[in-house]
């Protein structure tokens, strides 16, 4: 598996329920680290008014309705089985992004606009020239600009041991990646190191400035960062994952529901690192499986009511077809956008919510697993799905991290989809501080801090 692979394969949603491994979390492949603070960034909502990436003609279930395709679709199980063959879900449209700055000569660049991915293992952007790339609102990575540029080359150790990398032909010395997905996507280009730029905790006349390696593609032929964003931030297991390279322990992130309305102000958050980190809440210890975080998912249970007349929690899963003390393993992923749960689970628990809520369906014929009703997020306040994990801890899921709104707030839609795979994405963890403390393998849920600057 090439170095490419590293970042893309962390987008496969392996069916491993019955087959996770878990792998030692990578140790950082370049000594101690060098600093004992710690650095955040801004987490930018794409389509936010102060978002340079903003498209007013976006909707969520633009967004959300290519993921609902992928995730019914039943990929072959020698497919899943191999980590050489990936599902490019993360690659549909990135909703949250964090700016940073790559190389040097700092008056020369601008901030790219990456998406931080839980599921990622190398860090990549799009690099001039880029022959045969999308075209969005920013120009490819120009390694000419910056004074600290260097390519990987063919006798680098990080090259020779890195599984599926392979020397360019051409003569360039440099070491290539090429990747080809299940939906036909394609990227290419070779590794590279540059300065990632940050400032440290405390102190605002130093910055934090680590060499990462990346992935730079100088030819992609993917949805991923098709005027969107212009490449991954990865925060997966391997050494050569971001947060392995720049050697921290832990590091946290909250994402704000969206604003009801564009003069709503919109909380701040951030992706915080090493000792700005927010380690709190309950804890849940995570595996690590092809490099990505999977939790044990123990129960579904099921409410509706008010705190006046809060019916009786009822059993999903294991419920009536499952046996008792079962569990599914469920990823952890900050680059899917909803939450898929096996057929087993999703039917059940979208007929409770079907049968409670008496709105009137609104159906797609090109898209008959997506459920969505004409009605307002009032009508469903009082619904709420407990997700129960091996470690005792909960989590529950109302709102925005259960629905979201359509069609000028007219219609809402369920923010979660029947697969073959089980995965926890981003629209579940939103007002939720999520802290992954690699050293001790637990990942902390938050709900009551919420997303606080």
């Known amino acids: 598996m090439s170095i490419a692979a590293l970042i893309l394969t962390a987008l496969l949603f392996v069916a491993v329920d019955s087959a996770v491994r878990d792998e030692k979390v990578a140790s950082p492949p370049f000594g101690e680290p060098s600093f004992k603070g710690g650095f955040s960034l801004s987490i930018i909502h794409r389509n936010a008014l102060t978002s340079p990436l903003r498209d007013s003609t976006l ?62 293992d190398l860090s990549w952007t ?81 910055h934090f400035e680590p060499e990462v390696v990346f992935g730079c593609a100088t030819a992609e032929k993917s949805v991923f960062v098709r005027e969107y964003n212009t490449g991954i931030l990865s925060l997966g297991t391997s050494s050569l994952s971001f947060v392995a390279q720049v050697r921290v322990d832990k590091f946290s992130y909250c ?32 595996w690590s499986y092809n490099n990505k975080y999977y939790v044990q998912l123990k129960r579904v249970t099921y409410q509706h009511g008010n705190r006046l007349s809060q019916q009786q929690p009822v059993p999903i899963y294991p419920g009536d077809g499952g046996a008792e003390g079962s569990t599914l393993y469920m990823l952890v ?9 096996p057929e ?66 007219e219609w809402i839609c369920l923010g979660f989809t029947p697969s073959n795979t089980t995965a926890l994405g981003i629209y579940a963890q939103r007002n939720t501080n999520m802290g992954f403390d690699l050293s001790e393998r637990e990942i902390s849920i938050d709900q009551a801090a919420g997303c606080v600057s």
């Open 59 to 120: 909707t969520t279930w633009d967004l959300f309705k290519e993921e609902i395709q992928l995730a019914s679709s039943h990929v072959p199980v020698d497919a899943l089985a191999s980590e050489k063959i990936v599902v490019p879900s993360h690659f549909r449209r990135g909703l949250y992004l964090v700016p940073l700055r790559i190389g040097g000569s700092l008056d020369r660049i601008s901030s790219r606009y990456l998406m931080f991915d839980t599921g990622s």
């Open 126 to 206: 799009q690099c001039y020239p880029c022959t045969d790339c999308a075209r969005g609102h920013f120009p490819p990575y120009m390694p000419f600009k910056s004074s600290t540029f260097r390519s990987v080359s063919c006798d680098d150790p990080l090259c020779e041991h890195a599984p599926d990398a392979s020397c360019d032909e051409s003569g360039s010395g440099k070491c290539k990646f090429f990747r080809k997905y299940v939906d036909g996507s394609k990227a290419s280009g070779y590794l590279a190191s540059d300065i990632f730029h940050f400032s440290l905790e405390g102190n605002t006349d130093y």
């Open 255 to 286: 994402v704000p529901a969206p604003a009801r309305r564009d003069d709503d102000d919109l909380a701040l958050s951030y992706l915080r690192f090493g000792s700005q980190a927010r380690i709190s809440g309950k804890r849940i210890p995570f």
């Open 333 to 341: 992923d900050s680059g899917t956008i909803g939450l898929w749960l």
């Open 344 to 409: 087993s689970i999703f039917y059940p628990l979208q007929k409770k919510i079907d049968t409670d809520i008496s709105l009137i369906r609104v159906r797609f014929s090109d898209n008959p697993n997506a459920y969505c009703y004409r009605g307002t997020m009032k009508d469903v306040e009082e619904v709420a799905v407990t997700l129960g994990f091996v470690g005792g801890a909960e989590m529950e899921l109302f709102g925005d991290s259960l629905f979201f709104e359509y069609n000028n707030s």
